[in-house]
């Protein structure tokens, strides 16, 4: 029970690459504006993932999706990790913000107790998707209440550098 003090143990295989919380710093550290056609395609491969998982199993969620949850490998292929942390998260019932807080796992707004389920995925796709396009973790006092800001100042990168508005459709 992690009410309790004791420790969360997640053991899984390994996978070569880096996590995308770890690019997203490094790329705000450096002032490194992430490429837009990167983006987009690490975006698709998330949206990909997670719609294979929901047709796959209706009833199934990851429920923890985030930039710490996600590997980019040399290839530029996107890994998610850790499905089962989201099951065990669900169990602690805590207030969106301790979630978000504590462990970076966005939740969509809800009335009561929410279940970790596919509208949490896309919440939480939306909120990498975010990160991405950004190019930035998402900061702990941004969500959810300051999303709209970041999205309203979003922009595309262009493989010169220079910034373009989104396309539309995105």
């Not at 990909?48 to 199934?60: I, Q, R």
């Amino acid at each position: 029970d992690l009410r309790l003090g004791s420790s969360l143990v997640l053991v899984s295989d390994h996978v070569r690459g880096v996590r995308l919380s770890q690019l997203l710093a490094a790329a705000e550290k450096q002032g490194t504006p992430v490429e837009f056609t990167a983006v987009a395609g690490l975006i698709r491969q998330l949206v990909g993932a997670m719609c294979a998982l929901h047709e796959s199993a209706p009833d199934a969620a990851h429920g923890a999706l985030g930039p710490e949850r996600l590997v980019v490998t040399a290839d530029g292929r996107l890994v998610v990790l850790e499905y089962v942390m989201g099951t065990a998260l669900e169990q602690l019932r805590c207030s969106q913000e301790r979630y978000w807080k504590e462990w970076r796992i966005a939740l969509p707004r809800a009335v009561g107790m929410h279940r970790f389920d596919a509208v949490t995925d896309v919440a939480q796709v939306g909120a990498v998707a975010l990160a991405l396009v950004v190019g930035r973790p998402i900061g702990a006092d941004e969500y959810p209440n300051r999303l709209g800001e970041d999205v309203g100042a979003a922009t595309a990168t262009t493989a010169s550098g220079t910034s373009a508005p989104l396309p539309l459709g995105f």
